[in-house]
């Protein structure tokens, strides 16, 4: 029911589509860029919940409180304290090895602006945790997902992090000024 619903509003009611070339896995990180719009989410969670699968997200705390909390835990929201010293990487690479299933979608920017410096958590738990990153593009001008890379990280994050912003000069997000992949990802 919920999975027909979904697919209802994503691409009936908003006229979306998705291009997908890489196999799901039951346990994954899914990189997800450009994130220019809270709309991000929202289009995400619907995308996913039409193909009939859930994934989790991390999101700061100050989103999970009453009543946004109780919806955000229940469609798969994770909050994070930014201003603890904790490690998310061994807490999420603890929750991946406990998990027989677990999607875990991070976008790189760690934020809706414009931000060429993305953050690298999401590459350290896909390592640590011995499992593949997915490469999910929002494209708003042709209302499409896209996932047409995926792959497992080598440790050599610079190389790796060229490929993967590399991949994103594809998408533009409903904002494209808050989007930035830097200067030149070969440098």
Not at 94 to 102: D, N, Q, V, Y
Not at 154 to 182: A, C, Q, T, V, W
């Amino acid at each position: 029911m919920k999975q027909r619903i979904c697919r209802f509003i994503f691409y009936r009611l908003l006229g979306w589509k998705y291009v997908m070339t890489v196999p799901f896995h039951d346990k994954c990180v899914i990189c997800v860029a450009p994130h220019t719009t809270n709309w991000d989410l929202i289009m995400g969670k619907l995308f996913y919940g039409a193909l009939g699968r859930k994934a989790c997200f991390m999101m700061k705390k100050e989103w999970f409180v009453f009543p946004l909390g109780l919806l955000f835990r229940a469609i798969g929201g994770i909050p994070v304290d930014r201003k603890r010293k904790n490690s998310l990487v061994d807490q999420m690479s603890e929750r991946f090895a406990l998990s027989r299933w677990f999607n875990l979608a991070i976008t790189p920017e760690g934020t809706r602006k414009a931000n060429a410096e993305w953050k690298k958590g999401f590459y350290y738990i896909a390592l640590k945790s011995g499992v593949p990153i997915l490469l999910f593009g929002i494209d708003y001008p042709s209302r499409t997902i896209t996932c047409t890379r995926s792959f497992i990280p080598s440790g050599d994050i610079e190389m790796d992090m060229r490929e993967i912003k590399e991949y994103y000069k594809l998408f533009r997000g409903k904002h494209p000024r808050n989007f930035s992949i830097g200067e030149n990802p070969d440098k």
